[in-house]
């Protein structure tokens, strides 16, 4: 039985392994901005509650990347603790709104969302 489970378990695809912030980072924004759009009207769309998971799992790692950068001397970006604690939805969309759109279509939301913080708080 055990094999039997484990050979079914083999012939999903791989994008079901695939990490929240691995979504596309164009999709990912003009979803965003579609939401932004609607105003309180997107607290009862279905999309919304899925991309805050995506954008949390792109920030988490991108802090993780950034961490790891910062231990051996060549940090991602450099951003204080207050301005981590004030962006907001707003800013997350005009961040991502700064990269090009090329840029966002060869990006997942991970490397889009450390793209778009080594931007907006680069190391001096």
């Not at 700064?98 to 889009?112: G, I, N, Q």
Request: charged fraction near 25%.
């Amino acid at each position: 039985m055990l094999r039997y489970v484990a050979a079914a378990g083999l012939t999903f695809s791989s994008a079901t392994w695939a990490a929240p912030g691995d979504v596309n980072a164009q999709a990912f924004y003009v979803d965003a901005v579609a939401l932004e759009n609607k105003g309180m009207r997107a607290l009862f769309d279905k999309r919304l509650k899925p991309m805050v998971a995506q954008m949390k799992d792109a920030g988490m790692r991108s802090g993780a990347a950034n961490k790891a950068g910062l231990a051996v001397g060549e940090p991602i970006y450099c951003m204080s603790k207050a301005a981590k604690k004030a962006i907001d939805a707003k800013d997350v969309i005009a961040m991502l709104g700064r990269l090009t759109d090329s840029e966002r279509r060869s990006s997942t939301l991970f490397e889009a969302w450390t793209m778009a913080l080594a931007r907006q708080f680069p190391c001096r």
